[in-house]
């Protein structure tokens, strides 16, 4: 219990400090000892943090390297120090997630619990959802799905996602609220 | 038509089907039965290809169907324009920008003749005509359901899974459902746990276990008969009753949707 707490705080201090540096190598050896702390799980993880920010970082570095090019200025140090930050900053994260129990380091506060708890079964049943999705997505295609009909597909997709966000949140504030959440 | 043979599944180390063997001849309605959570989802999806299972064989019309073998283009295309599956979410399925492209989405992919045909079918039988210009997330719930069967059956299919397709109709559509599936010519799997319903939507009962096995395979209503196992199943349950200073308790059934 308080080796999760523990964590956490650590975890909660590293986010703010990795956004305070402001010196590509210092984020460069971050990130190295993160890993050697991953252990066995470094490279799963440092492949799964690529993945989720790949599309992201790419739009930003690309916007980035066009506004750098019409203001005459080099991009190069500044992508660096933004990516560095970015991948750091997730694979922290991703490590931090796998290593402590949420539940037990926020256990101080049965508010934070709560909201945890809230969250928690929102995730779980949204990952149900999107693999429903895209199993609807294959079994309707008889071929592999054309580039259009995925983007299609993810459009009615994150459209449902945002009707049932905003329906649930109603739901859940409505519960809080006659559980006494709100009350001063 | 098909036939599985040893199956068991697992989700994350959950067991979600044990040793399942069965077939299903061609032209058959069949009424899969279960608990929530009994694995009926599960073993719809295992048939429509869409899951490989950990273990066991899948058989549909003689060829052993898994990912491996489906990525074979001629049989994936074969086999997906025969066996279609209405999810229990028609939102899953729904993602083309009108009502008439959501219903032309499978025959245009075969190149077909007659799609606007088709689609004007499709749409008439549904009571969707007047809808086709409509962005399918605008319709009804009820209506989203028709339209997602009318784009399954615009392709042809020989066999229709559905996954608890009268969870979310209002009585009136579900009258309607119950009496067009009586009428369609092809090989139907209906998963439902709702057993007023099950007897209208065929006459041969498959039941899944809490434990994820084939509880009964035969005949629905020596199932709907026997008490010992429609409790085993968890389709059934029974509470007590008062009746001024008298006692007693029975059993009723699980009509909820």
Not at chain 1, 107 to 125: E, H, I, K, N, V
Not at chain 2, 35 to 41: D, E, I, L, R, Y
Not at chain 2, 184 to 211: F, K, Q, Y
Request: glycine share 6%.
């Amino acid at each position: 219990m308080k080796r999760d707490r523990l964590l956490l705080i650590l975890y909660l201090t590293a986010v703010v400090a990795a956004t305070l540096v402001h010196e590509p190598s210092s984020l460069a050896a971050a990130l190295v000892v993160l890993l050697l702390l991953a252990g066995h799980d470094a490279t799963r993880l440092l492949r799964r943090s690529l993945r989720v920010i790949l599309v992201f970082n790419l739009a930003v570095s690309l916007g980035y390297v066009l506004l750098a090019w019409l203001r005459g200025i080099s991009p190069w140090e500044t992508l660096l120090l933004i990516n560095l930050r970015v991948l750091l900053l997730t694979l922290l994260t991703f490590l931090f997630i796998s290593r402590v129990n949420l539940f037990r380091a926020l256990d101080f506060s049965p508010t934070l619990s709560w909201l945890l708890a809230l969250a928690y079964s929102q995730a779980l049943g949204f990952q149900r959802a999107h693999a429903e999705f895209r199993l609807a997505l294959a079994s309707r295609c008889l071929e592999r799905p054309r580039l259009i009909d995925r983007y299609r597909a993810s459009a009615a997709a994150a459209a449902w996602f945002m009707d049932r966000a905003l329906a649930t949140a109603r739901e859940s504030a409505l519960a809080l609220r006659a559980r006494g959440f709100f009350d001063a | 038509m098909l036939e599985l043979t040893g199956i068991t599944h697992r989700y994350d180390g959950c067991l979600a089907l044990v040793d399942i063997n069965l077939r299903v001849n061609s032209g058959e309605k069949v009424v899969l039965l279960g608990a929530n959570g009994s694995g009926k989802s599960t073993l719809l999806k295992i048939i429509a290809g869409l899951i490989t299972p950990n273990g066991g064989l899948y058989r549909y019309k003689d060829e052993a169907i898994d990912a491996r073998r489906l990525k074979d283009r001629a049989l994936s295309r074969r086999f997906r324009r025969e066996v279609a599956l209405l999810f229990q979410n028609p939102d899953a399925m729904l993602f083309n920008p009108t009502v008439y492209d959501e219903i032309a989405f499978g025959p245009r992919q075969l190149a077909l003749a007659d799609v606007d045909a088709r689609v004007r079918h499709w749409a008439g039988v549904m009571g969707l005509t007047d809808k086709l210009q409509q962005l399918p997330f605008s319709l009804s719930g009820g209506e989203k359901q028709k339209l997602a069967l009318a784009a399954l059956l615009a392709v042809g299919p020989e066999l229709l899974l559905l996954d608890e397709p009268v969870s979310a109709l209002d009585p009136r559509t579900t009258g309607w459902l119950i009496d067009f599936l009586a009428e369609l010519p092809i090989t139907v799997i209906t998963t439902t746990h709702n057993l007023s319903l099950a007897p209208e939507l065929g006459s041969r009962a498959l039941v899944l276990s809490e434990e994820h096995r084939l509880l009964h395979d035969g005949p629905i209503e020596p199932f709907l008969a026997d008490a010992d196992k429609l409790r085993a199943a968890n389709l059934v349950h029974s509470h007590r009753h008062r009746h001024g200073a008298l006692e007693h308790r029975h059993d009723h059934v699980h009509d909820w949707d």
